[in-house]
T-cell receptor
Framework: QKEVEQNSGPLSVPEGAIASLNCTYSDRGSQSFFWYRQYSGKSPELIMSIYSNGDKEDGRFTAQLNKASQYVSLLIRDSQPSDSATYLC???????FGQGTELSVKP | SQTIHQWPATLVQPVGSPLSLECTVE??????LYWYRQAAGRGLQLLFYSVGIGQISSEVPQNLSASRPQDRQFILSSKKLLLSDSGFYLC?????????FGPGTRLTVT
């Protein structure tokens, strides 16, 4: 079992819809969780961090964490074509990255 | 504010040639530093991390090495490149748990 698993996608959503990106992790002791966005040919950019169970909202982005289920998700509301990128989930102790989910937002 | 630099941005090297990639961080002291490689269409592979000058931990034994000669400088090297060394090399720094990435170096080994 991989330490951090994400669906590779591509996930395709129409403009204005909600995009839902999911991530599961294997280490129950993990305390910190991060979402990065990576545009093609560019380096990853940190967009969300979450440390406790529940939801954390920042603009159009909402991160959700459920430690009992070892599950973290990222919701993007009112998706825009500019949101088209690969989204990487990362989990600590030692920061472990998932393979990333490619999101495509169609106009 | 903190800034992380990497150079060169792109590099094309023949098999068997040496490699030196440099990463520097501005605006912080004693950061944790990391080297990652991302092969085409793949995830991030942690290569090395450093918690201080001269302190290097290797995650993947291979023909690469890293050094940290100064507090905010991290260097990735190889004596002889392999075709499989091609990829996108990313340096990152970390104040706490999260990491912030530099712009990366795209290396093509021919």
């Amino acid at each position: 079992q991989k330490e951090v698993e994400q669906n590779s996608g591509p996930l395709s959503v129409p403009e204005g819809a909600i995009a839902s990106l999911n991530c599961t992790y294997s280490d129950r002791g993990s305390q910190s969780f991060f979402w990065y966005r990576q545009y093609s040919g560019k380096s990853p950019e940190l967009i969300m961090s979450i440390y406790s169970n529940g939801d954390k909202e920042d603009g159009r982005f909402t991160a959700q964490l459920n430690k009992a289920s070892q599950y973290v998700s990222l919701l993007i509301r009112d998706s825009q074509p500019s949101d088209s990128a690969t989204y990487l989930c990362a989990v600590t102790g030692k920061l472990i990255f998932g393979q990333g989910t490619e999101l495509s937002v169609k106009p | 504010s903190q800034t992380i630099h990497q150079w060169p941005a792109t590099l094309v090297q023949p098999v068997g040639s040496p490699l030196s990639l440099e990463c520097t961080v501005e605006g912080t002291s004693n950061p944790n530093l990391y080297w990652y490689r991302q092969a085409a269409g793949r995830g991030l592979q942690l290569l090395f991390y450093s918690v201080g000058i001269g302190q290097i931990s290797s995650e993947v034994p291979q023909n690469l090495s890293a050094s940290r000669p100064q507090d905010r400088q991290f260097i990735l090297s190889s004596k002889k490149l392999l075709l499989s060394d091609s990829g996108f090399y990313l340096c990152a720094w970390s104040p706490l748990g999260e990491q912030y990435f530099g712009p990366g170096t795209r290396l093509t080994v021919t």
